[in-house]
């Protein structure tokens, strides 16, 4: 089955587009009249046209803006620095994110997530003697009703992206070293966070950009009654035509249902709203 986006390319060439459409917009032959080398420059498939022209240009930044996947980062690795006004900016290697860019920060805790096991802690001591701590301390909170200063760890939602990978944390003093963050991830370019259930619909919207792509691509050439691959354009003009709601159709499936689908899809975002809307005891 793969990943979702050759599961749509497979499903959309198997779909009942016509294949001399797909042949016309996305098929880049290179005649090679002088015989030479060049003839390998410039050669694209269907396949590979759908997957730059529809899924690289249009979809894939779709879904980083619309969606995208949660992770908690430790900030340990990261560059800090005072900007004044109470503002910290942080900026975080490539190495931390393994080569991915944040879309968005949901929170930054005080704290290193790799300091305890199981909580965030100060960063004080050495790790092991440090998660004991936390897990000694959390038992005898449970036992005598209390909660713990590590337990809930002093919480930062007012951020701010200000560039790659970098954003400002408002509200905080510099003193604080030890950090860590729960962020928005973009995808992948296969899209590989996304759950299997849901491969069906990320191919209808696929298909939907395909048909959009088809007809911003093609209506002006068959209003001109060209001839390409032997074939009078204006003899595909009603097939064209069936296309022109195309657009439509793809934002408000994307609105509709793709957006519920990512959201489903993060496992964490939908952990993370579970727990919280468990009612506590204070």
Known sequence: MGNPVDFAISRVLNSDISEYLFELAFVNKNANVLGNWYNM???TTVEQGIREKVIHQLILPDCKV?????EYLDLGGSEMRSIGNGCVEVKVPEMTTRGAKIVSVTECYLGSMNSA???LGVGVGNDAECGSGVVNEMMGNMINNLAGNKSMPQTYTDCHMTGNNVFVIFGINMGTFNMSAKVIMEYDEAMSSI????YLQFAELVELGVKAFLYRKLKSPVNEAAVKMGVALSDIKDDIAEYKDAWSSY????KNVWTPCMT???KQNVHDAQRMGIARRM
């Open 41 to 43: 420059v410039n050669e």
């Open 66 to 70: 619309g969606g995208g996947k949660t």
């Open 117 to 119: 096991i199981g909580q």
């Open 195 to 198: 759950h299997p259930h849901h």
């Open 251 to 254: 934002k408000d499936y994307f």
């Open 264 to 266: 489903w899809s993060d």
